[in-house]
């Protein structure tokens, strides 16, 4: 049984109106640039099973994707919450705190519950 993630409805300025119903272990989507996923990679404790993916050299023409399931993703968050928390470097904290709402919105914009709320 999949855990349960934590709702990030009442995140300002994350405001979704439609989940789409995914199965349970689908990947979605999730679209950084370079600098998001050096964030991710050089200042998060985010392991090797979330962050070699970032290895993959996208088609030419094409922005960097990667596909994540939502437990995934749910736990991407955490490691880039705890770490733009914890910056001491206020240019640093605000682009984790940006680069969460960004995923934070991926995130919140599927459902892979049975009979899950797609508002």
């Given at each position: 049984?999949?855990?349960?993630?934590?709702?990030?409805?009442?995140?300002?300025?994350?405001?979704?109106?439609?989940?789409?119903q995914?199965?349970?272990?689908?990947?979605?989507p999730?679209?950084?640039?370079?600098?998001?996923?050096?964030?991710?990679?050089?200042?998060?404790?985010?392991?090797?099973?979330?962050?070699d993916?970032?290895?993959?050299?996208?088609s030419?023409?094409?922005?960097?994707?990667?596909?994540?399931?939502?437990?995934?993703?749910?736990?991407?968050t955490?490691?880039?919450?705890?770490?733009?928390?914890?910056?001491?470097?206020?240019?640093l904290?605000?682009?984790?705190?940006?680069?969460?709402?960004r995923?934070?919105?991926?995130?919140?914009?599927?459902?892979?519950?049975?009979?899950?709320?797609?508002?």
């Open positions: 049984m999949a855990k349960k993630r934590r709702s990030l409805d009442t995140v300002p300025g994350i405001a979704v109106k439609h989940r789409r995914i199965a349970i272990g689908e990947k979605v999730l679209e950084l640039n370079d600098r998001e996923r050096d964030l991710i990679v050089k200042h998060t404790f985010a392991g090797h099973d979330l962050t993916r970032f290895r993959i050299v996208p030419p023409g094409q922005p960097p994707s990667y596909r994540f399931t939502l437990d995934e993703l749910d736990e991407l955490g490691y880039v919450a705890a770490e733009a928390n914890h910056a001491k470097v206020k240019k904290e605000k682009e984790l705190h940006l680069l969460y709402a995923i934070a919105a991926v995130l919140e914009s599927y459902t892979d519950e049975p009979g899950g709320s797609t508002h």
